[in-house]
């Protein structure tokens, strides 16, 4: 069994900053991408920051400059850093991680629960 759980949501001015993070635990033998998602009410879930296993990133435009994903392989976490935010940041920030499990020869896609980011003033 593999869980995945996020913390450092909050409630934070426009122009604020945070840090989330994700940790993977269970019988995990590898963790290949991991990334972050997030969800806006009335809105599709989107991809805002992947990195790869050699750590490589990506962002959505809109992060671009604002955000900064990074790994801790030995922790088995995966950050995300948060600065200049703006109202519309505000969503739900979801975890998502590519995890072989000990035993099996293949990866699944594995979700956190989610942290709640509100930009407001």
């Known amino acids: 069994q593999v869980q995945l759980v996020e913390s450092g949501g909050g409630l934070v001015q426009p122009g604020g900053s945070l840090r989330l993070s994700c940790t993977a635990s269970?019988?995990?033998?590898?963790?290949?991408?991991m990334a972050w998602y997030r969800q806006a009410p009335g809105k599709q879930r989107e991809l805002v920051a992947h990195?790869?296993?050699?750590?490589?990133?990506n962002y959505v435009n809109s992060v671009k400059g604002r955000f900064s994903i990074s790994r801790d392989n030995a922790k088995n976490t995966v950050y995300l850093k948060l600065t200049n935010l703006k109202p519309e940041d505000t969503a739900v920030y979801y975890c998502n991680a590519e995890i072989r499990v000990s035993g099996v020869h293949y990866s699944m896609s594995y979700w956190g629960k989610g942290t709640l980011v509100t930009v407001s003033s």
């Open positions: 269970g019988n995990i033998f590898s963790i290949n991408a």
């Open positions: 990195i790869s296993s050699g750590g490589s990133t």
